[in-house]
T-cell receptor, first 110, second 115 residues
Framework: KNEVEQSPQNLTAQEGEFITINCSYS?????LHWLQQHPGGGIVSLFM???GKKKHGRLIATINIQEKHSSLHITASHPRDSAVYIC????????????FGEGTQLTVNP | NAGVMQNPRHLVRRRGQEARLRCSPM?????VYWYRQLPEEGLKFMVY????????ESGMPKERFSAEFPKEGPSILRIQQVVRGDSAAYFC?????????????FGPGTRLTVT
């Protein structure tokens, strides 16, 4: 079993829909990252969080440390949000290295 | 402030050749991480370096792979005698000094194809 599990693996939505991507992890962490990888392959860091909630534009990330769970929400989704969203954790015992989930492929149709 | 730079963006090598991948971190960043993304797989940690020091190389294959981050110049990931299984996207990320937060900023990646 992977230390970081994401669901769903694939998600198709209509433009304007509210989207949730989930991430569960099984190890103690010092931080959790949400990343976005576009079809061209580049990776953009969306959020780094260790507690609570962060918001940036239409994106919201939450984390529940006790339940070892994080969610990434996209409000009013748009076709340009189509990408792979990756959850990654920095383990308490592994210094700075990141351990990644397999990613969620999001497709938003117009 | 330019982001993390990687070159080349695409690299084709024949089996047995050497591949050198370069990563220039963001200005002011002294920590560099290398990650590999095999086709249809997730990202995997390879190595973590600070200037002139390898901090964590637990994700590096034991043979043929090496990394350095010299006092001057970019970080280099070197793969000797490449094999088809080395074909992957290699991403570099950098972060600022410890204490300023450890958010990692990713480069565009180098796509290595071994023929």
């Amino acid at each position: 079993k992977n230390e970081v599990e994401q669901s769903p693996q694939n998600l198709t939505a209509q433009e304007g829909e509210f989207i949730t991507i989930n991430c569960s992890y099984s190890v103690g962490i010092s931080a959790l990252h949400w990343l976005q990888q576009h079809p061209g392959g580049g990776i953009v860091s969306l959020f780094m969080l260790s507690s609570g909630k962060k918001k940036h534009g239409r994106l919201i990330a939450t984390i529940n440390i006790q339940e070892k769970h994080s969610s990434l929400h996209i409000t009013a989704s748009h076709p340009r949000d189509s990408a792979v969203y990756i959850c990654a954790v920095r383990r308490e015992t592994s210094g700075s290295r990141l351990t990644f989930g397999e990613g969620t492929q999001l497709t938003v149709n117009p | 402030n330019a982001g993390v730079m990687q070159n080349p963006r695409h690299l084709v090598r024949r089996r047995g050749q050497e591949a050198r991948l370069r990563c220039s971190p963001m200005k002011g960043h002294s920590h560099v991480y290398w990650y590999r993304q095999l086709p249809e797989e997730g990202l995997k940690f390879m190595v973590y370096l600070q200037k002139e020091n390898i901090i964590d190389e637990s994700g590096m294959p034991k043979e043929r792979f090496s990394a350095e981050f010299p006092k001057e110049g970019p970080s280099i990931l070197r793969i000797q005698q490449v094999v088809r299984g080395d074909s992957a996207a290699y991403f570099c990320a950098s972060s600022p000094l410890v204490g300023q937060g450890l958010e990692q900023y990713f480069g565009p990646g180098t796509r290595l194809t071994v023929t």
